[in-house]
């Protein structure tokens, strides 16, 4: 027995003066952050990993449920046939009942920090690589464009947020308190002038990666959201050199045979196919139906999943006659049964539209329609900023400084490629009006304007008024329902995050 105590006791010995190499040495036979990050193929696949992750945070049920049904552009069929938890968290999101168990905002919460934790391996791990400085360059630039934006969806979704700047190594990184909503924007302005410097200007055909034009935008778009117009005016300006063009037709922005095209500033890359890489958006917008073929131009049925997203009779009237916009991005489904069961009959231009006696019509987002030969497989990206956007965006902050004349410039660039007449108008209230409004028609259906509304102080009063509408047309709404206040204007912190990471919750909730 003795002797094998003495055994033990040189053993533990021995391995008290083993080196640090012996016990530190990484998995040879798995992929971990020790012996991963080294070569320009792996910080390459790191980087496919982190435009993935903006799928799930720009692209998914999430983004339109909380940045259209959020606004007075769509609504929803209430289906009572169906009243599983994922149906009603989307019915509280759209009618401002939503609470912080919601998963739609777990998810938008969540997959923003997925995206930000790989970025941030990339950036604390590419100096010790070994490839040349132009490509790291090029790598960081991309990365850090990422982090920005999915730190601005965070912080005008959220507010202040955790500001996770280097990759977490242990439990005392990982739970940080929120940073103010100031510090949020330092970071994304850091990022961005960064990603401005490093990255490069756009060649056509793009390839969907960041450029130095959609950090540009994006750099932008942060500004207008912090009133910074004079900033955002010399951003955008910058952006208006670097071979952007509006696509000719309107309708033609959205065919999948002009992804990535000389109107595209960024993108969500998707592609039909076994791959997994495929979209779906067209599906959850049309009706509940045994038989959607004669959308769809294939056997396809939508039982489950529709009835989302649906364009208002308000929306339809607040385009302009004449605009093109309208039919590009609306159709209308006529058939007959209720709702869950409708047996389509028709599809028709919302231009004009009546609904027959005894018939029942259905409106649906039109632009994401597009040939595909597998149900819930299609081929179209999602859109993050147009030139159209940039444009518009400049407008807003010419007029926001008084260069009213200046801003009718590139705001008629928008209307006339709609087949409307340019604007006169040079009373700089009036003119805040109608660039609003040109937004809400230009970019409809891209989960923009609930932050639209937010950004220009009008989400309060455009959204009771929208709640008193819709509560004349669908008398199941709660009272309760759409009774916007200022604390209803960022959504809350996820339950989980508030147990775990001990934050603050939003106020109101």
Request: with cysteine; net charge negative.
């Amino acid at each position: 027995m003795k002797k094998l105590i003495y055994i033990y006791i040189i053993f533990c010995l021995s391995l008290q003066s083993c080196s640090n190499d012996f016990i530190e040495i990484a998995p040879q036979a798995s992929v971990t952050t020790a012996n991963f990050y080294k070569t320009q193929s792996q910080f390459e696949q790191a980087l496919i990993g982190s435009y993935e992750s903006i799928r799930d945070a720009k692209g998914s049920v999430a983004s339109w449920v909380m940045g259209e049904m959020r606004s007075d552009n769509t609504h929803y069929e209430y289906n009572n046939l169906n009243r599983g938890v994922s149906y009603s968290e989307r019915e509280d999101t759209a009618g401002f009942l939503d609470d912080n168990s919601s998963s739609y905002i777990s998810s938008k919460y969540n997959s923003c920090y997925t995206g930000i934790a790989r970025v941030n391996q990339i950036l604390d791990k590419i100096d010790a690589a070994d490839f040349s400085l132009q490509t790291k360059d090029r790598i960081s630039g991309e990365a850090k464009f990422i982090r920005a934006l999915l730190y601005f969806e965070l912080v005008r979704y959220f507010g202040g947020v955790s500001l996770h700047l280097n990759a977490v190594e242990g439990a005392a990184q990982a739970y940080l308190q929120r940073s103010s909503v100031a510090e949020v924007y330092q970071a994304i302005e850091s990022d961005l002038n960064d990603a401005i410097q490093q990255l490069p200007v756009a060649s056509f055909p793009q390839n969907g990666r960041a450029t130095k034009g959609a950090a540009q935008v994006l750099l932008a778009d942060a500004f207008m959201a912090q009133k910074k117009y004079a900033n955002a005016e010399t951003a955008l300006k910058a952006t208006l050199q670097m071979g952007y063009e509006l696509m000719p037709d309107y309708s033609s922005v959205f065919n999948i045979n002009n992804k990535n095209s000389k109107e595209s500033i960024f993108e969500v890359q998707y592609q039909e196919g076994n791959q997994g890489q495929q979209s779906n958006f067209l599906y959850p917008f049309l009706p509940l139906s045994s038989d959607v073929s004669l959308i769809t131009g294939i056997q396809s049925q939508n039982r489950n999943g529709g009835g989302w997203n649906t364009p208002t009779q308000e929306m339809i009237e607040s385009y302009e006659p004449g605009d093109s916009r309208l039919e590009a991005s609306i159709g209308i489904i006529e058939g007959t049964g209720p709702v869950g069961e409708m047996v389509i009959e028709k599809v028709t231009s919302p231009l004009n539209y009546t609904t027959p006696e005894n018939k029942r019509s259905y409106a649906y987002i039109k632009k994401y329609q597009n040939t595909h030969s597998v149900i819930n497989n299609t081929d179209d990206n999602f859109p993050i900023y147009r030139y159209s956007d940039a444009l518009l965006l400049l407008a807003e902050a010419l007029n926001e400084q008084g260069k009213t004349a200046e801003a009718l410039t590139h705001l008629n660039r928008v209307r006339e490629r709609a087949g409307l007449l340019p604007s006169v108008e040079v009373n700089q209230g009036a003119l805040q009006d109608i660039i609003l409004h040109e937004r809400r028609v230009e970019f409809a259906f891209e989960n923009k304007r609930w932050l639209d509304l937010v950004r220009t102080d009008r989400a309060i009063e455009v959204m009771n008024q929208h709640g008193q509408y819709l509560k004349t047309l669908h008398p199941i709404l709660r009272d309760v329902s759409y009774n916007v206040t200022t604390n209803r204007l960022l959504f809350p912190i996820p339950q989980r995050e508030i147990l775990i990471g001990r934050l603050e919750q939003n106020p109101g909730y």
